[in-house]
């Protein structure tokens, strides 16, 4: 696990961005696992600045997102196909883009959908990856026992609370999701986790304390042959913003 540490929010999007167009360069029609939530925000407004100015271009790229909440209409303001739109692909053309369909009639069917769509692809190049304040990637929560494919997951109490500031009042707040599973996740080639905020900074330091935590589902990322972590310094130390 390579561990890259920024002064701040703005240098870990640049440093990000360089990933992804270090990815770009390599290989033009790479597989992009993406994210959504407030950390990439940054990150995909300075791709979308980098595709304005030619420095980047993912037409032949394709990118599938990690989840999805379940069930959720597409055009619902706070579904995650909505925020992928107004934050990337509504200004970034792909040559395809893949979210969980928070539609489906049976999701487990569509999580098996989802999987396989994935290796159809020849599976995902770069994986970039949120972290929860409760250790979540994806929306692979705490638990005694991780799936292994995608699959259809209660959100813990943690997850609601972090996330209920996206919804307005009397906006009623998905207790369920789709997710990517500890599995698709890890056959990602390069793994590229952010990790910004004072409030990320428990859960960081449970990250490189050298223990594998089995009720920190980013500890799996331990294992794998090839992650990258960026971070600023606030999230690297508990210094409060
Ligand atoms: C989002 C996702 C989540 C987020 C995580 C952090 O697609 O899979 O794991 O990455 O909840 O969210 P933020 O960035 O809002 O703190």
């Known amino acids: 696990m390579r561990k890259i540490i920024c002064p701040d929010y703005d240098e870990v999007c640049t440093a990000a961005a360089d990933i992804f167009a270090l990815q770009l360069k390599q290989k033009q029609d790479s597989v992009f696992g993406l994210a959504t939530g407030s950390t990439p925000v940054g990150l995909y407004e300075e791709i979308i600045r980098r595709c304005e100015t030619g420095e980047m271009d993912f037409s032949q790229a394709k990118a599938f997102n990690l989840d999805e909440y379940y069930p959720i209409e597409k055009n619902h303001p706070q579904s995650y196909k909505a925020f992928m739109d107004l934050h990337l692909f509504n200004k970034v053309k792909f040559a395809g883009t893949q979210i969980p369909n928070g539609e489906a009639d049976d999701p487990h069917a569509e999580c ?6 994935i290796e159809t692809a020849g599976g995902i190049d770069l994986q970039l990856l949120g972290i929860g304040i409760n250790g979540h990637i994806g929306f692979n929560e705490p638990a005694d026992v991780y799936p292994v ?6 959100l813990t109490e943690s997850t609601l609370i972090a996330n209920s500031r996206f919804f307005s009042e009397g906006e009623t707040q998905p207790t369920t999701a789709l997710t990517m599973g500890i599995g698709p996740i890890f ?5 590229l986790l952010l990790i910004t905020g004072s409030a990320k900074a428990e859960v960081a330091k449970k990250l490189f304390d050298g223990k594998l935590y089995t009720d920190v589902p980013a500890c799996f990322l331990l294992l794998h042959p090839n992650v990258t972590v960026i971070m600023d310094e606030a999230a690297n130390s508990g210094r409060k913003e």
């Open 149 to 154: 494919g995608s699959h259809l997951t209660s």
């Open 112 to 117: 098996a959908r989802y999987d396989a769509a």
């Open 187 to 191: 056959k990602a080639k390069h793994i």
